[in-house]
């Protein structure tokens, strides 16, 4: 029944920004630790931006330091990231990962981002 849905990807200009979503059934609030990774075609997956259990403390990955943000909508049960200024070594496929209940990982499908003009 626990479902992770990204969506936003698609076609992003050098110099641009995003937004991903990443739709959770049947409740983000069973969710304790979220966040984004991607997976560059060839590379190893990587954090982009995550958060530890009730937002105490917000993790960045060394390569989109300054330029990602992480927020969720409970009342949408959706966990969203936020990128600007991208550049092409941002092309990867964005996945978004949750702890359900604090004990269980689970993971999106992934959504393909290629920045590229």
């Known amino acids: 029944q626990v479902q992770l849905v990204e969506s936003g990807g698609g076609l992003v200009q050098p110099g641009g920004s995003l937004r991903l979503s990443c739709l959770v059934s049947?409740?983000?609030?069973?969710?304790?630790?979220m966040g984004w990774y991607r997976q560059a075609s060839g590379k190893q997956r990587e954090l982009v931006v995550r958060?530890?259990?009730?937002?105490?403390?917000?993790f960045v990955g060394d390569s989109v330091k300054g330029r990602a943000t992480i927020s969720r909508e409970d009342a949408k049960n959706t966990m969203y990231l936020q990128m600007h200024s991208l550049v092409p070594n941002d092309t990867a496929v964005y996945y978004c990962?949750?702890?359900?209940?604090?004990?269980?990982?689970?993971w999106g499908q992934g959504t393909q981002v290629t920045v590229s003009s």
């Open positions: 990962r949750g702890l359900h209940n604090g004990a269980t990982e689970y």
């Open positions: 958060y530890t259990p009730h937002g105490g403390r917000i």
């Open positions: 049947p409740s983000i609030v069973a969710f304790n630790a």
